[in-house]
């Protein structure tokens, strides 16, 4: 707590100094100590050590657990091998593109390893994109085959059964895996599905192209209570 503290002087001292904003200056120096912790443990092989204060699976919106348990490794060690890589100076693609292709992460949780690192090193806020725009993320583990809830997504008369009262557009389907939609007020919806054996898979949303972060809470819940209502539902489509 009291490092925690120190860290918050140093960031108004700093907002104080160059009057940028405590998210801009916060960011900046994350920026200045993550170089400093990375050139350390070059030295010694080892997994960079979060800065004195900073936590970052708070910072990614994504515990510990979660990362490690989905790719193998904690936040600590994707912010090393990324800084060490200079992924800092990266677009959100060549990112995502890095930690897919060299660690063979799949496509749901390349998502979560690049957004939480951008966030990390401030590049965005949680809820936020790269490009400035806000979005919602939601996912729950069903009790089906993932062909069974492509089928609940992708056709219009089952999904009204446990997404009632909301008119949408499926732009695009892959069976089994993913589906694109476009909600009755343009925002946009991607579903992503990823089997967890024969009859469980992890259904994962994306609702993006939202106004802020007051209409990213109001989705995350209403997602939540969706995707609810799609498990109990399910076992009687």
Known sequence: MPKNRDFKRLV????????????T??????????????????????????????????????SDKAIEKATGCSWDKWVFVLDRAGAHGWSHRAIAEHVHTRYKVSDWWTQ???????RIKGLRAIGQRRDGAFEATKSRTIAAS???VYRAVADARVRRTWLPGVKVTVRKGTPGK??????????SVEVWLTPKGAAKTVVAVAHRKLIDGNDVARRKAFWDQ????????IVDL
């Open 226 to 233: 969706r995707l609810k209502n799609l498990a109990l539902k």
């Open 178 to 187: 993913s589906v694109r939609m476009t909600w009755d007020d343009d925002t």
């Open 146 to 148: 993932a062909a069974a």
């Open 112 to 118: 979560g390893v690049t957004v939480g690192y951008e």
């Open 12 to 23: 108004r001292a700093r907002m104080s100094k160059t009057g940028e904003s405590y998210t």
């Open 25 to 62: 200056a916060r960011a900046q120096l994350l920026r200045k100590a993550a170089p400093r912790a990375v050139s350390t443990a070059a030295r010694t092989g080892a997994p960079a050590a979060p800065p004195p204060g900073i936590d970052y699976a708070k910072l990614a919106g994504l």
